[in-house]
T-cell receptor, first 115, second 111 residues
Framework: DTEVTQTPKHLVMGMTNKKSLKCEQHMGHRAMYWYKQKAKKPPELMFVYSYEKLSINESVPSRFSPECPNSSLLNLHLHALQPEDSALYLC??????????????FGSGTRLTVV | QKEVEQDPGPLSVPEGAIVSLNCTYSNSAFQYFMWYRQYSRKGPELLMYTYSSGNKEDGRFTAQVDKSSKYISLFIRDSQPSDSATYLCALRPSGNTPLVFGKGTRLSVIA
């Protein structure tokens, strides 16, 4: 299995809702990442987990809350989002933090719309 | 000056053309150089990965790194409409520092 699977593919949520994005990989990778990508922009790093511990938080607002329950799963909990948070949210994984010799494997993303 | 500069395009070429995509960087600590391809509404996929100056070839794709000039390139030979996508360069130093992405270049190959 050489994939990173993200669910749901699309999500529409109100500003008062609580929702979660899920990411799963079975490649034995020990680093997992959340990125945010706006249209026609490169991915922006949000969080990095290394060996299931939060390693990097790029000053992301607290309305985004990451969780890594085990080495294969990564969640992003969303609460009280703003319309400007609408974006493609990408999960990625790599052998080790930084990428190792094979770089990152990205999922197809969750397209989030906040209304 | 941004760490990684990449012309966002868009770049439009006829089918069969040779395409040259480029990035420049300012941080001499960058040691690993990647090119990702991203189709519309999809996640980026790793296309080429190199960690030394010189050329690396994979089918119709050639990645070129010139560390002395801090310049990397991706060449696509015999371009196809299926190559139409956004191409992102991504660089990182050694160790566990995350990737730094370029802005991406939007490429359209016209049949």
């Amino acid at each position: 299995d050489t994939e990173v699977t993200q669910t749901p593919k699309h999500l529409v949520m109100g500003m008062t809702n609580k929702k979660s994005l899920k990411c799963e990989q079975h490649m034995g990778h020990r680093a997992m990442y959340w990125y945010k990508q706006k249209a026609k922009k490169p991915p922006e790093l949000m969080f990095v987990y290394s060996y299931e511990k939060l390693s990097i938080n790029e000053s992301v607002p607290s309305r985004f809350s990451p969780e890594c329950p085990n080495s294969s799963l990564l969640n992003l909990h969303l609460h009280a989002l703003q319309p400007e948070d609408s974006a493609l949210y990408l999960c990625a994984s790599s052998q080790v933090q930084g990428g190792g010799i094979y770089g990152y494997t990205f999922g197809s993303g969750t397209r989030l719309t906040v209304v | 000056q941004k760490e990684v500069e990449q012309d966002p395009g868009p770049l439009s070429v006829p089918e069969g053309a040779i395409v040259s995509l480029n990035c420049t960087y300012s941080n001499s600590a960058f040691q690993y150089f990647m090119w990702y391809r991203q189709y519309s509404r999809k996640g980026p996929e790793l296309l080429m990965y190199t960690y030394s100056s010189g050329n690396k070839e994979d089918g119709r794709f050639t990645a070129q790194v010139d560390k002395s000039s801090k310049y990397i390139s991706l060449f696509i030979r015999d371009s196809q409409p299926s190559d139409s996508a956004t191409y992102l360069c991504a660089l990182r130093p050694s160790g566990n520092t995350p990737l730094v992405f370029g802005k991406g270049t939007r490429l359209s190959v016209i049949a």
